[in-house]
C-alpha cells in the first residue's frame, strides 16, 4: 500500500510539473508579436490627419463615382486605414472593439489582409492576428471570405468562437452572410447590397476586388444592365453546394421560413 502511496503522489507531483511547463509554454507563445503588426506600426503616416483626410476624401469619390452610371474604381492603402484606426476609430465607435482589445492594425499583401489587434487583461497581454482572404462568386455582389490561421502570439486559436462573433455582427447591421461548410475551411458569403433607397442609380454592382502591395483596389459598374453583364475580374470562388447557390441566388422554393442562410450546410 505504502509503494502504492508513493507512485500516486509521484505521479500527480509529475502531472502538476508538466501542466506548469505547458502552461509557460504557451504563455511565452502568447508573447509573440507577428512581423506584420511590427510594420503596421512603426509605417503609420508621420501626419495622421492628412493620411484620414485622403482616406475620406476616396471614400466619398467613390460614392460620388457609384452613384452615377457606367463603371467606377477606387484604391485604399493600408496606410491610410490604419491611420483611421488609430485615431477615428476610438472617436467615432468607441464601443466597436471588444474589452480589452486595443490597437488595431492590417497590412495588404499577396491577396491578403493580415489583420491584429493587442489584447491585454488582468491575466495576458498578447497580440491576436488573423488573415482575411477575399473573392468574389458567380453571383454578383456575393464576396466569399476565407478568415484563417487566428492566432495569440504565435499560438494558433480555434475560430469557431470568432466565426460566430462575426455572424452575430452581421446580424446587428441588417448585413446577409451564409457559411459555405462543405469546404476544408469556413468561408463566409457576404452579399453586399445592390439596392439602395440612397442610391442615385441601380444596381450598383462590384465585379474586381484586389488586395496587394498594400492597396485595396475596387472596381465595379453602375446602372440597369449591371447584373446581366456582371463578369468577375480576378478569382472566383466556387461554390460547391447546389443548394446554397440556390439561397444565394434567391431561388430556394424548398427553404421553410425558419431555416436562416447560415444553416445551410
Given at each position: 500500500?505504502?509503494?502504492?502511496?508513493?507512485?500516486v503522489?509521484?505521479?500527480?507531483?509529475?502531472?502538476?510539473v508538466?501542466?506548469?511547463?505547458?502552461?509557460?509554454?504557451?504563455?511565452?507563445?502568447?508573447?509573440?508579436?507577428?512581423?506584420?503588426?511590427?510594420?503596421?506600426?512603426?509605417?503609420?503616416?508621420?501626419?495622421?490627419?492628412?493620411?484620414i483626410a485622403?482616406?475620406?476624401?476616396?471614400?466619398?469619390?467613390?460614392?460620388?463615382?457609384?452613384?452615377?452610371?457606367?463603371?467606377?474604381?477606387?484604391?485604399?492603402?493600408?496606410?491610410?486605414?490604419?491611420?483611421?484606426?488609430?485615431?477615428?476609430?476610438?472617436?467615432?465607435?468607441?464601443?466597436?472593439?471588444?474589452?480589452?482589445?486595443?490597437?488595431?492594425?492590417?497590412?495588404?499583401?499577396?491577396?491578403?489582409?493580415?489583420?491584429?489587434?493587442?489584447?491585454?487583461?488582468?491575466?495576458?497581454d498578447?497580440?491576436?492576428?488573423f488573415?482575411?482572404?477575399?473573392?468574389?462568386?458567380e453571383?454578383?455582389?456575393?464576396?466569399?471570405?476565407?478568415?484563417?490561421?487566428?492566432?495569440?502570439?504565435?499560438?494558433?486559436?480555434?475560430?469557431?468562437?470568432?466565426?460566430?462573433?462575426?455572424?452575430?455582427?452581421?446580424?446587428?447591421?441588417?448585413?446577409?452572410?451564409?457559411?459555405?461548410?462543405?469546404q476544408?475551411?469556413?468561408?463566409?458569403?457576404?452579399?453586399?447590397?445592390?439596392?439602395?433607397?440612397?442610391?442615385?442609380?441601380?444596381?450598383?454592382?462590384?465585379?474586381?476586388?484586389?488586395?496587394?502591395?498594400?492597396?485595396?483596389r475596387?472596381?465595379?459598374?453602375?446602372?440597369?444592365?449591371?447584373?446581366?453583364?456582371?463578369?468577375?475580374?480576378?478569382?472566383?470562388?466556387?461554390l460547391?453546394?447546389?443548394?446554397?447557390?440556390?439561397?444565394?441566388?434567391?431561388?430556394?422554393?424548398?427553404?421553410?421560413?425558419?431555416?436562416s442562410?447560415?444553416?445551410?450546410?
Amino acid at each position: 500500500m505504502k509503494r502504492f502511496l508513493w507512485s500516486v503522489a509521484i505521479l500527480s507531483v509529475m502531472a502538476v510539473v508538466v501542466s506548469l511547463m505547458v502552461s509557460m509554454w504557451a504563455i511565452e507563445r502568447t508573447r509573440f508579436v507577428p512581423d506584420f503588426y511590427q510594420q503596421a506600426t512603426m509605417g503609420l503616416p508621420v501626419d495622421l490627419d492628412s493620411a484620414i483626410a485622403s482616406l475620406e476624401n476616396d471614400v466619398i469619390r467613390l460614392q460620388g463615382d457609384a452613384s452615377q452610371l457606367g463603371g467606377w474604381n477606387a484604391a485604399f492603402t493600408d496606410a491610410q486605414i490604419n491611420a483611421w484606426l488609430v485615431q477615428q476609430l476610438p472617436k467615432e465607435f468607441p464601443n466597436l472593439l471588444p474589452h480589452g482589445v486595443i490597437d488595431p492594425r492590417i497590412v495588404i499583401e499577396d491577396g491578403r489582409v493580415f489583420a491584429a489587434a493587442r489584447f491585454r487583461n488582468a491575466h495576458i497581454d498578447t497580440v491576436i492576428s488573423f488573415e482575411v482572404k477575399v473573392a468574389l462568386t458567380e453571383h454578383a455582389n456575393v464576396l466569399a471570405i476565407r478568415v484563417n490561421n487566428l492566432r495569440a502570439g504565435s499560438l494558433r486559436l480555434p475560430l469557431s468562437r470568432f466565426l460566430r462573433g462575426i455572424s452575430q455582427e452581421a446580424a446587428k447591421s441588417d448585413m446577409e452572410v451564409c457559411w459555405d461548410m462543405d469546404q476544408s475551411e469556413p468561408v463566409a458569403l457576404v452579399t453586399v447590397p445592390s439596392e439602395h433607397p440612397g442610391y442615385v442609380h441601380s444596381p450598383v454592382v462590384v465585379e474586381s476586388v484586389c488586395m496587394s502591395d498594400g492597396m485595396l483596389r475596387l472596381s465595379g459598374n453602375t446602372g440597369a444592365e449591371a447584373h446581366e453583364a456582371f463578369t468577375p475580374q480576378g478569382p472566383v470562388y466556387q461554390l460547391v453546394s447546389t443548394r446554397l447557390s440556390r439561397v444565394l441566388a434567391g431561388r430556394n422554393p424548398n427553404r421553410h421560413d425558419d431555416e436562416s442562410p447560415s444553416q445551410v450546410r
